[in-house]
């Protein structure tokens, strides 16, 4: 049979998920297949790295992947890492609203209440705001055409304070973005169907959720590795035919031919390909991709740019220790970081004995501008922002600043349809040409190891060896 050939655009965690499974087909049924994998910088993994400095173990990007999603354990287990995973400590969250850090009320679920008391109990709303959020029982469903903002629908359920409070706070943790514009049906559409079916979110979480174990211990909902999530990027680099790999190279052009396609490389040279999987930014495949009009959908996606700083103390040096594994802040608080994770706690097997590991966030949609200060600006902003709530007065034996600029896509309200035009144009005038990755199906790494197995699944239908 005539030889094959697929280009991969891209190394981060979908794009190595895509060749690994895809050569794994090759030699398990010895089809007559190449495979060529670009990536732009000399880093594989896209976001996920990870530093080791003086026994901490440090990540740069995500810590960490939800267990319930099955996809990166079986990624894991593949490569030989299955045991290597650690579940997180578990512990007390709180929320910092008006300068003061509250529990997250037991109970609740993305904000959600489930149950009453706790919720009853909490400081974090006002007895007004409370009995608005109450309504959610009462309140009549609302059947919506189309898509709608996550903000207005949580609103309109729970009431103004619940959202500012608790909502808005955990939410925007996962995707550095405003809720008023986040989509709906592309983040949580099962909250929508909870709704439709039950007539009340907080009615819905209580006959569909598993019924709390009666163990003290809270179950672990994350899984990260013994030596970092770069471990995982590693395990997976070793299994690819190294021939395979190319960095520090990028696709600068995808060209439609009467037979396959033409990539532009961005060293001038051209390679000829039957199928592309192009796993990078919704920017960077409208750019690779510009000469086809329906590639201007993705100019109207956004994304938000976000730093971090880890902060390494000798356990001293923190004069106020709270039982709890870290917080994130209300978007209506003065604080300029808008989380904080006690790695130290969460994660002990990152952390030498004696030694407290912090890792702060800044980057919130309305201050971008933070993300361009420079190290020493950020590191001092968090520990300002921190010596108000657990008094540390000590400077940090390091820190390490990560900024990931134009990384964190905003799936817009209407985000699901954009995508879906623009997959079913490409179907039709680039067949062979896939996407996948965090700009189009789901920004956690299952999501985007998910987006990896299905765009190998459709390389291969469409070359059908």
Known sequence: MERKKVVIAGGGISGLTAAYYLQKEIREKQLPIEVELYEASDHL???IDTVKRNGFTIERGPDSFLERKKSATRLAQEVGLEDKLVPNGTGQAYILVKNKLHKMPSGSFMGIPTRIRPFLFSGLFTPAGKLRA???LVKPKQEIEGDQSLGLFFRRRLGNQVVENLI???LSGIYAGDIDDL???????NFYQLEQEHGSLIKGLRNTMPKPSK????????RTFEDGLSSLVEAVEVQLDPSSVHRNKGIDHIEKKDEGYHVLLSDGTVEKADAVIAAVPYFAAQRMLSQYGFMDNLKEMKATSVANVAM?????????DIDGTGFVVSRNSRFRITACTWTHKKWPHTTPEGKVMLRCY??????????????????????QDLNQIMKIDAQPDFSIVTRWRNSMP?????HQDRIKQVTEKMRDELPGVYLAGASYGGIGLPDCIDQGEAAVEKVLKHLNP
């Not at 800044?362 to 520990?383: F, M, R, W």
């Not at 905003?410 to 209407?414: A, D």
């Open 45 to 47: 993994g896209g976001k």
């Open 134 to 136: 109450a309504l959610d």
């Open 168 to 170: 808005e706070p955990l």
């Open 183 to 189: 989509s709906l049906l592309a983040t949580f559409p």
């Open 215 to 222: 163990s003290k211990q809270k179950p672990s909902m994350f």
């Open 312 to 320: 390494a103390f000798d356990a001293a040096a923190i004069k106020k």
């Open 362 to 383: 800044v980057g919130k949609p309305n201050d971008q501008e933070v993300v361009d200060l420079s190290d020493e600006e950020i590191t001092e902003i968090a520990l």
């Open 410 to 414: 905003q799936y817009s309200v209407g």
